[in-house]
């Protein structure tokens, strides 16, 4: 049998035994080298040395490159939680939802998924947008008996699934393909357009038929929400019905906004913009905190599993990318029948799929797929925004980082959220691939 085609083999094995793993709640820390290691075995490979290089550097590369962006992000949304500057943006979007009677629950996650794609459009990445959402979430779901599980929708929807495509969009998914193609983050506009309106309806009816469908079995917070609860011990103590004025509102949305405009207006780099926002949280709040102790240990202790975790997943796709199995994908994607732009976004999502990860999954295709594309005249603005919109479909499978990291800062088992993922992150997105680049075909550019 060809050496590449076992490989082959043994990366689909490993991939689903790795997505059964993490439904088994089994660590992703064992789970990641146990994987390597089996497509290792398939590959032919030394076992010790493909783990001790491929693997481990792979894990090192990331938690290197992120390790300064997490650590401020997950102290932020500490201090957001522990200083009841969280509380105070639930209180106005809780009231504010009130006026919507009974679809007053669907108008709050349609609120607080704007306030997580403002964040996202302003620079603040999907991966961590999460750190900063989700103790605005906890505190309005608890309070209106929102099921917990509805954070992850708000994150997919408002954090990544059309804002990272928009035109013009910060997502490091629309400034990759800059440095292979020379294009603008602006590339394509009409087709980047008319697929994040199609994201939009396509989330907003998801979500609201996902609600009622809650609300007929009587679903409420604790269900999926207990373990998050169990977590929130440093709460500020403030009433959960207290008044919040318009001051209150705007000074909780204070770091934040610091966050966005250091990012944009003065070129900062992400890590700093964060620590500037977690700065001025704690000169607003300063004595609202409990124990600013406990809220700075909570974050760091967050920082240190996320990082190991998603790093552990980023280490298998880096033993993947070095086997013979990936060269033979990558060698015979251009296979895939239809027309070319068709072609481009299905490579790209398969890429995407294999590495569980969407940068990596482009940057791949751009290396490999673009040149051939470009030979044949095709645009390289909408070679940009195909790729751009493709590689947000398989990444979304089971060990993607950005799934683990969402699931584990939410408490939330793969049972209890993965499902928002897969339909809004995974399954709609490689249809809209497949939209877009029909559109491409037909001259929409």
Not at 2 to 12: A, E, H, N, Q, T
Not at 118 to 127: M, T
Not at 322 to 329: C, I, Q, T
């Amino acid at each position: 049998m060809d050496v590449g085609f076992l490989s082959l083999i043994g990366i689909l094995i490993a991939t689903v035994l790795l997505i059964i793993g993490v439904f088994r709640n089994i660590p992703i820390l064992l789970l990641g080298p146990v994987a390597g290691a089996e497509v290792l075995l398939f590959s032919n490979t030394n076992v010790i040395d493909g783990l001790s290089t491929s693997y481990s550097s792979a894990f090192a590369d990331f938690a290197e490159s992120n390790f300064l962006i997490f650590l401020p992000a997950t102290i932020l949304g500490s201090m957001l939680g522990d200083s009841g500057a969280a509380q105070d943006i639930a209180n106005k979007i809780s009231k504010a939802s009130q006026v919507g009677g009974k679809n007053a629950k669907f108008i709050c996650l349609m609120g607080l998924s704007l306030i997580t794609a403002l964040l996202s459009f302003g620079g603040v990445s999907g991966f961590v947008v999460i750190f900063t959402i989700a103790p605005i979430c906890f505190r309005i779901f608890k309070e209106m008996e929102i099921p917990w599980h509805f954070i992850i929708a708000v994150a997919v929807y408002g954090g990544s699934m059309w804002t990272a495509i928009l035109p013009g969009s910060p997502a490091i998914q629309n400034l990759i393909p800059i440095d292979y193609l020379g294009t603008k983050p602006t590339a394509a506009p009409m087709i980047g357009i008319i697929s994040a309106l199609l994201c939009i309806v396509f989330g907003a009816w998801y979500i609201w038929f996902m609600l009622k469908r809650s609300e007929k079995k009587g679903e409420g917070f604790m269900e999926t929400g207990a373990e998050m609860d169990k977590h929130q011990t440093t709460l500020a103590l403030k009433a959960q019905d207290a008044e919040t004025s318009n001051w209150d509102f705007f000074k909780a949305l204070l770091p934040s906004i610091v966050l966005i405009v250091a990012m944009n207006v003065f070129n900062l780099e992400a890590y700093v913009s964060l620590a500037l926002g977690a700065l001025v949280c704690y000169v607003l709040y300063y004595n609202k905190f409990a124990n600013i102790m406990n809220t700075l240990a909570d974050g760091s202790l967050s920082t240190m599993k996320t990082v190991m975790n998603v790093s552990a997943v980023v280490g298998f796709g880096g033993v993947i990318e070095n086997v013979a199995g990936f060269d033979y994908v990558v060698t015979n994607l251009d296979k895939i029948p239809g027309p070319p732009l068709i072609q481009l976004a299905v490579a790209t999502n398969i890429v995407a799929g294999i590495t569980g990860s969407a940068s990596g999954g482009e940057g791949i295709s751009l290396r490999v797929f673009a040149p051939r594309f470009l030979e044949q005249g095709i645009d390289p603005s909408v070679i940009h925004r195909i790729v751009n919109i493709s590689c947000y479909g398989l990444d979304s499978l089971p060990h993607n980082g950005s799934v683990i990291n969402r699931l584990n800062y939410t408490h939330l088992t793969y049972r209890q959220g993965y499902y928002h993922e897969f339909i809004l992150g995974c399954v709609f997105p490689f249809f809209l691939s497949i939209f877009a680049a029909i559109l491409a075909s037909m001259g929409v550019v």
